[in-house]
């Protein structure tokens, strides 16, 4: 008998119809013979409109009293899927986060696993029943006091209890059919993608690529937990995210995918004087206002002023409040100037081959090159290589790297890895 | 320094406005000076809806599942008013009922408290915070699962709180001003009561005054426990529910107050065998669709057919349920017909004077009948009359007697008690 975690987010328990559709796929694993346990999301938007409850009572509502009011959106999707589950003839039983053992440190709003003691889930499986996780939810066990994961938390709930119970496969279930190439709304020949690594998926995810979020991937690698993302929508088989067998190694195409991601913004810092320190002084004060920096280009200085031009991307939704606080630091940190740009789009090209293959960056400029695509920022990754364009460029952009890469489904016959939206 | 437990209902927290209200108000409590600890509800029609999703997926939900999804509502609405609280200056930590000590038997849906341990309740108030405390749900210990108190069940958390921590007073708040000698609505002439005894208002609640539940004001009796119903929307003195000291009930008029019932129907057996053991028969089966009979009245048997009629009222939405039981036991039972009528209701006179009292039978009965009020059933216990009369004519016979025990306000000088809405 295999032993199944299966998670469902929001928008596969939206309404009642969508808990029943759901339930009777649960129910379907069960009778093909596996145990099975059920993480599950608040449904559809229950999330948001508690939040705008919060709001509405309360300027800066306390974390801890946040995470109390937010845990109950799951607490209604999984009793409610049990229910469902109940009235296909099968025994379920729905668990709180404190119920299924998910201790976690004492940081409200993002909290860390620690110890995972699903004793009551594994009893529920023994005695034959279905057992239904919410996910996103915590317990701490010195202040007794209910915790959330933060962004992407059912996953890392799934994946927790996998690793924990030892399960033989966690099903990430989801609207798509599984992690594409790249976005096929805005690339029409992307594919869904067999098989990517967890080292490929986390590039992918940090580049962009919505489908799964980095800390579950990590915290699946770390376990060595097998996920397949799929959609709840039919039975197709998704995506198989896991470590590649050598043998299926050597079969490994070169490139997986081609991630984007519009959400960023690009602030620059103009004439800051090229001396020791100043530009650690620069990103100290950024992260003081707890924001993640991702791309940095610092331009050679000038020889006759002795000042250089510092640039770096971060989250759209943080810009103001960076620039505020930079522009507060303007004479401690004695530049010249600010300037902030919203228009501008990162593309990603992820692929485990770059390291033993060269060539790839030759071909990846001279695409964009042959598109008309200006480039503004570079980095890269052992296995990942990123730029920054403008954002009315990215959609052309992609569509040429995808098809000088072969990815497209109608190109080269070797199936590629890849992001999906 | 005072302990206060106060009680706000659903319809007191029904959107952000009234939470902000209601922590104002707690907020004013806590800078009198007092230690104030808070039992609620769920907001406004939070539970039906939820009760309407479970109908939804499932057409018998599990009651364990029911419970889990029912006690959402009280946790969205606890985290929203600590949020609140928190926005004027004061801390608030909310707590549900397994976090507060809320020890119940496992019977889901209608739990009994069997213990109250609030270890977490009291170190919030020994750190200077208000506790905000879930109502109307509960813990098993030897299940882990979460139960629920059934109806009233969020007065009967804060009177079992207000009990094990010895608090010098229940404040109930609700959406009048206390406890009425009758239903204002009904009655114009019909004032507030200053104070009542547990016997007295345990008459008029089992009467049908919905003010207070029953079983709460058992728990407060058993204990002691000081009540004080209040509005929400004023700062007025309500209705103090307690024993009376001796010299107190010298002044005590006879007639508390007058309640009416239009929730139940009658059901009348006609022609059941009068022999030993068929109404034990009857009944048993009634008790067994799970429903409680109030009224009995079994005719003197027909000497030429020794057969008997039987008439008893039960709750209006079972009344289906057990016509379904009785006809399908038919046979059995050996009666001839069943009739059912649920057009009728009960006035209720209740007073702790009529142990004392001669006379009051009379008056009562001599207003209604100059009234014109047909009676169908009568019942009494010590400090109580009931009877039932056709619906069309309760409210000229709740008038009728009003006047006729002097409880108009514009009528004797002395304060009666009574009945609330």
Same mark, same amino acid.
């Given at each position: 008998m295999s032993l199944v975690v299966q998670k469902f987010g929001g928008s596969s328990v939206a309404d009642a119809e969508s808990i029943k559709r759901v339930a009777r796929r649960i129910v379907d694993t069960k009778k093909a013979g596996n145990d099975v346990v059920v993480v599950v999301s608040a449904m559809g938007d229950t999330t948001d409109d508690l939040l705008d409850l919060a709001n509405q009572v309360a300027p800066i509502p306390p974390a801890r009293e946040l995470d109390m009011l937010l845990t109950a959106g799951e607490r209604i999707s999984m009793a409610l899927l049990a229910m469902a589950i109940a009235s296909y003839g099968h025994e379920a039983r729905s668990f709180t986060g404190s119920q299924a053992g998910m201790i976690t440190d004492e940081v409200h709003g993002n909290a860390r696993i620690?110890? *995972?003691?699903p004793r009551r889930v594994e009893e529920a499986l023994a005695a034959g029943a279905i057992a239904i996780v919410a996910g996103f939810q915590g317990f701490n066990r010195r202040t007794g006091d209910i915790t959330t994961l933060g962004r992407g938390g059912s996953d890392t709930t799934a994946v927790a209890l996998a690793a924990a119970m030892n399960a033989d496969v966690c099903e990430i279930y989801t609207d798509v059919d599984g992690v594409f190439t790249s976005d096929p709304r805005v690339v029409p020949a992307a594919h869904k993608i067999d098989h990517i690594t967890y080292e490929e998926m986390l590039e992918l995810a940090a580049a962009g690529?919505? *489908?799964?979020?980095i800390r579950a991937v990590e915290f699946a690698r770390r376990n060595q937990v097998r996920l397949h993302v799929r959609s709840s929508f039919n039975h197709k088989e998704g995506t198989i995210v896991s470590d590649l067998t050598p043998e299926a190694s050597m079969e490994k195409p070169v490139i997986t995918g081609v991630a984007t991601d519009k959400s960023e913004a690009k602030i620059t810092v103009v004439?800051?004087?090229?001396?020791?320190g100043k530009a650690a002084d620069l990103f100290t004060r950024v992260a003081a206002e707890g924001v993640s920096i991702d791309m940095i280009v610092q331009n050679v200085s000038a020889a006759a002023t002795g000042l250089t031009d510092i640039s770096f991307t971060l989250p759209k939704d943080r810009g103001a409040r960076v620039l505020a606080a930079l522009d507060a630091s303007k004479e401690d940190l004695g530049f010249q100037a600010l300037q902030y740009d919203d228009q501008i789009a990162k593309l990603a090209l992820v692929g485990a081959g770059m390291r033993t293959h060269p060539g790839v960056s030759a071909r990846f400029f001279t695409a964009l090159a042959e598109a008309g695509i200006n480039i503004e920022m570079i980095t890269t990754s052992e296995i990942r290589i990123s730029v920054v364009t403008r954002v009315d460029t990215l959609d052309d952009a992609v569509r040429a790297v995808h098809t000088a890469f072969g990815?497209?489904?109608?190109?080269?016959?070797v199936v590629y890895g890849g992001t999906g939206r």
């Open positions: 620690v110890d *995972v003691t690529a919505k *489908v799964l979020y004439g800051v004087p090229d001396v020791p990815l497209d489904a109608d190109g080269e016959a």
